[in-house]
């Protein structure tokens, strides 16, 4: 499976449309609206990102097309324990997609509300396509790094709606 392209993002709230993209691109071979318009479609705003989860998600579904990759929906799974979790992201049809809330403690940088893609798994970790870590890692150029699936699980856990897409 071919990881999602990185998309970098041109300010700090738009970490959603970079991660639809990001996730459309992956199913629509490369073939999918600016971040622009997808920040417009979704009602992204610098104080809230974007408002509406929901909203962010049928917009995906919406667009993933009888001529993508695979065609699948993606799903809230809400409140997995561990094993459940590890299990999602490892069989995964498309990119997964997180929702997350960290500080410097718990993640690479403060955040009260972040989406990004899982774009690759491993023994012990998973491969991360993240598009704001170019403003705290400008040496992570390809927007990839690797985190262990404890770090993540707790993190998508400390958001308030505990959930991730698969």
Not at 46 to 69: E, F, H, Q, W
Not at 75 to 101: A, C, K, Q
């Amino acid at each position: 499976m071919q990881p999602p392209y990185f998309i970098e993002v041109p300010n700090s709230y738009y970490c959603g449309p970079a991660t639809v993209k990001q996730t459309l691109d992956w199913f629509n071979y490369g073939v999918s609206d600016t971040q622009a318009n997808i920040a417009a479609a979704l009602s992204v705003t610098p104080a809230l990102g974007v408002p509406s989860a929901d909203v962010m998600r049928a917009y995906i579904n919406d667009r993933i097309t009888k001529s993508s990759r695979i065609n699948v929906k993606y799903m809230e799974i809400v409140s997995p324990n561990f094993d459940d979790f590890v299990w999602y992201v490892s069989n995964y049809y498309g990119p997964p997609i997180l929702r997350m809330t960290g500080n410097t403690s718990t993640w690479r940088y403060n955040t009260s509300g972040h989406y990004m893609n899982i774009s690759g798994m491993y023994a012990y970790d998973c491969q991360l396509t993240d598009p704001y870590i170019q403003f705290v890692s400008p040496s992570i150029t390809s927007g990839k790094y690797l985190e262990t699936y404890e770090r993540i699980y707790a993190v998508t856990m400390a958001h308030f709606r505990q959930s991730f897409w698969w």
